[in-house]
């Protein structure tokens, strides 16, 4: 953590409040606070020559300073907010999940964020395996109590299942895929590594060559240079961008893209512990409906570095 110290009598207890839940403490108490790490602005060049048609055209790309969290959001961190604010997953008002056996992927009725990718309810060791099942509405709810707790400006505002977002508040969101990418090649073009870090796969990441068919606890695989755990494998990562394959032709040069204005399907990152290297490339893209939600896709969060 990269922290300056502050004189804190400066500030209003809603700062300081807004700081302590960023150093990564426990507020209010009892509540678990993803742990956020800082991210220095600059500009880097996205996509990959050698990558998929949607990878394409390699355009440069700045952007601003921004915190996102040292892991994906787990299992304990998405049940403070479940717990505490009467929130109901898309799992859980709709028909479950998609959950998995040898045989592939099945929708199972009553799956939801307790549960592991093979449907089992998790016990109580498991708080630190990343939260599964959760659909893009569940992560931006998420990312919107986060703010209310640290007294930050929502950034997410909903009117049915209509979603608008204001990507200049200071509170929490998704990354946008652009920041994803930013922050796996550690600012770095080009980046040092087709994954998040350097060494291999294995040793960064968990996917099918290694997983066992099966989610991690986060943060033990090697982080990357910026303190970032498991950006490439373990869980796919919700972006806050609508998904458009052509978008990088439209994209080019622009400052703190935050992907298309309208759209059918979100951003998907990083690959699975269900998927091949190739999809654990920092530069893959997927999609899926925003809510979709099965046994191999998770999220972690980001936030304006502004007013730290
Ligand atoms: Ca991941």
Redesign the pocket.
């Known amino acids: 953590m990269a922290h300056r110290v502050l004189p804190i009598f400066a500030y209003s207890m809603k700062k300081i409040v807004a700081f302590l839940c960023v150093a990564g403490l426990a507020l209010p108490a009892g509540v678990a606070q993803p742990e956020m790490v800082p991210v220095p602005g600059g500009g880097f060049v996205m996509g990959f020559a050698r990558g998929d048609a949607d990878e394409k055209p390699l355009h440069a790309v700045e952007l601003d300073s921004f915190l996102i969290s040292a892991t994906?959001v787990t299992v304990a961190q998405y049940r403070a907010f479940a717990e505490s604010s009467a929130y109901r997953s898309s799992a859980e008002t709709g028909d479950g999940s998609y959950t998995w056996d040898s045989l592939g992927w099945h929708k199972m009725e009553g799956l939801h964020w307790r549960h592991s990718e093979t449907g089992r309810l998790r016990s109580a060791g498991e708080d630190r395996y990343?939260v599964l099942h959760v659909s893009w509405y569940d992560a931006v709810h998420y990312c919107n109590w986060l703010s209310e707790n640290a007294g930050l400006r929502a950034v997410y505002t909903f009117q049915g299942d209509s979603v608008s977002a204001d990507l200049t508040a200071e509170g929490f969101r998704l990354p946008t895929e652009a920041e994803w990418e930013y922050a796996a090649a550690e600012g770095q073009t080009p980046p040092k590594s087709i994954y998040a870090g350097a060494g291999s796969l294995g040793a960064l990441a968990w996917y099918s060559g290694n997983s066992g068919k099966r989610a991690h606890p986060v943060a033990q695989k090697k982080a990357n240079a910026l303190g970032i755990y498991?950006?490439?494998?373990?869980?796919?990562?919700w972006c806050h961008d609508w998904y458009d394959e052509r978008y990088y032709e439209k994209s080019a040069r622009a400052g703190n893209p935050g992907g298309p204005a309208h759209g059918e399907m979100r951003v998907l990152r990083?690959?699975?512990w269900n998927n091949s290297g190739k999809h654990c490339r920092i530069a893959n893209r997927t999609s899926r409906y925003p809510d979709f939600r099965d046994g191999s896709v998770?999220f972690r969060v980001v936030r304006s570095a502004k007013g730290n």
């Open positions: 994906e990343p498991d950006l490439s494998g373990n869980v796919w990562e990083g690959g699975s998770g």
